[in-house]
């Protein structure tokens, strides 16, 4: 009929979620019925070996995972909307058969349902489960309640909350789901207060190590989260050493709170060293990993040992953590998850963990100088491990560039040049895994335009073309011109970038902004002003611009060359230059307030006053002219 076959017109405030949930008692149904079976993947799959064991159904995927960019399922290829309409006509089905419906079929084709990754999903299996309590030989049970609460805790909290609320068997599934939802949409603090709820309220609906660990994961992805995921840690190993083996703490929840460590070192008002703790933490989960005896005489472990994901965690802590001794607290702990490899064989260092502290240490040399040796170090290590077959992760090119990248950083291109060299060799004697390739000379390049060291830039240039046959790239030539303004070389700066231009390469405005600045801060003055050094700049700049063949688009000055070029013009106390510089920056709409303050703090008080006088029509007012020293000024210089 019409009236079965169509939804019924509710919603989760309606007379479905007020009343009691209260049925009178039907037989209980056979587990398999004769006849007609429902034939939906859903129906199939809920059969299957499922990890929850007699706990109930899987719980359904989180919205967006495990789709790709059509939104189909990656295992069945199939829409979302396709697999609800199929679970949808199998359990109107079996809510026709009167005589012969099985709860337990119900429950396989409703979890099909509830799996299903879209986020209104929650609304329907509401509407069916109305449907199953006003059967005449159904009535739903625990596991029916638990999927419907799962599929609403998708997209509706406030409603598997209060569906959980309305259940008078509660169990810690459907409370996982509940903390779960809050966690997706209510925020953490919302999930904190129900799992303390259900703590205080007790029973068989009280919070197990899953529920923990769901709260601590949402407070692990917040700079302020340590405490608290630090005291959910401490209740579960209280109610674990008082009995309750459902308790037991897994590596996940010493991760969670390694991760909160992490957030927490990232934020620089904190004074705390996370690294050290974050160390600590890994000490005593290897210590205490092996378990305690009982007076059993069985063994129950007191902490997990620590798994390739901890490490990792408190790795990345010691790497953003301001402290000086942070970085070699890293470099111990990749030492200890090699040598407890090396042990048992339990955990292998991956290519991501070598490339994280790698990465890390060279971002770090140019504020740590002991950064450069460490990753010198770790590279050592790494090739002792890997002939020694304790890691499958050979020192090969791109880890191998950190090294010349963490010189670079330190003010060592001389260093970082012996690397390159050394990888020329080891690729030359048979390890093609370590040949020097154009991000390799491009750190080269960088370290050179650190030092501004021009002639090691040109060297590099040379060889990475003569010896490898690497053609550089718009990185490397810019590189080679930061190295030729950092030297004060603004000749050969406007050289390079004429030879970028020649090979159809365009700057970008921070290069031409540097040679400016090289121009602005030289010490000799080579009778130029600063309007026809800026023009000359980016006329070679815009040289590679065919406007005919439509390559390319002009680069144009933007607010800091106006402020460079200021400051040459009033470092060489050119103030007819100022004043024009200050026209142009007004018509072209790039003043702002930083130029403002730049021309009231260095020019003197009359010829600032007379630069505003100009613009403005107006005296400059009396506070501002305090905030100068007494300056003469020459009327006659300004036009």
Known sequence: PAAISSLPSFTRNGACRQKSYEASPAPPPPPFVDGAVPNSRAFRSF????????????PPIASGKGRNRRGKNRRNNASPLSEIFAAERDLRALLCRTSSASILEVNAVLSGLARVRDRSVGERCLAYLSRIDSHVRLRPDAVTYNIVIGALSKGDAMGAQELYDHMEAKDVIGLNYVLRGWCRHGGPGRSLQVLNAAEREGGPGRPDAKSYGIVMKAFSDRGNGVAVCADLLNRTLGHFEGGRDDCAPTAHHYNYLLDAFCHAARDARTGDNWGARAHRLIERMEMNGGGKGDGDGKVRSAAPLPNSRSYDAAIATCLVCPSRSSPRRAVSLLRSLVERNSRDRELKPSPRT?????????????????????VEEVLKDMSEWYWDGRTDVPPDASRLTSAVSAHGRSGDPKRAADVVASMGDMCRAGNGAARPDIVTYNALLDACARAGDADGARRALADMQGAWGIKPD?????????????????????????????????????????????????????????????????????????????????????SV????????????????????????????QMLNNFILEQLRRC?????????????????????????????????????
């Open 354 to 374: 070598f490339s994280q502290v790698l990465s890390g240490l060279s971002h770090r040399a140019s504020r740590n100088p002991d950064a450069a040796s460490l």
């Open 603 to 639: 020019m003197p008080k009359r010829a600032y006053s007379k630069l505003m006088e100009a613009d403005c029509g107006a005296p400059v007012g009396e506070d501002e002219w305090n905030m100068h020293g007494e300056a003469l000024w020459d009327d006659k210089a300004v036009s």
């Open 561 to 588: 060359t106006y402020s460079t070029a200021i400051d040459g013009a009033v470092r060489r106390e050119r103030w007819v230059e100022v004043h024009a510089l200050y026209e142009l920056c007004c018509r072209d």
């Open 47 to 58: 059969f299957a070996p499922s990890p929850a064991g007699d706990r109930g159904p899987t």
């Open 474 to 558: 718009r990185i490397s030539y810019q590189c080679a011109v930061r190295a030729h303004a950092v030297g004060q070389d603004v000749v050969g700066a406007i050289e390079a970038l004429r030879k970028m231009a020649e090979k159809k390469m365009q700057p970008d405005v921070g290069t031409c902004n540097i040679v400016l600045r090289s121009w602005a801060t030289a010490a000799h003055a080579d009778g130029s002003n600063a309007l026809e050094k800026m023009g000359e700049i980016f006329l070679v700049a815009n040289a590679a611009v065919d406007d005919d063949a439509r390559v390319g688009e002009l680069v144009e000055p933007n």
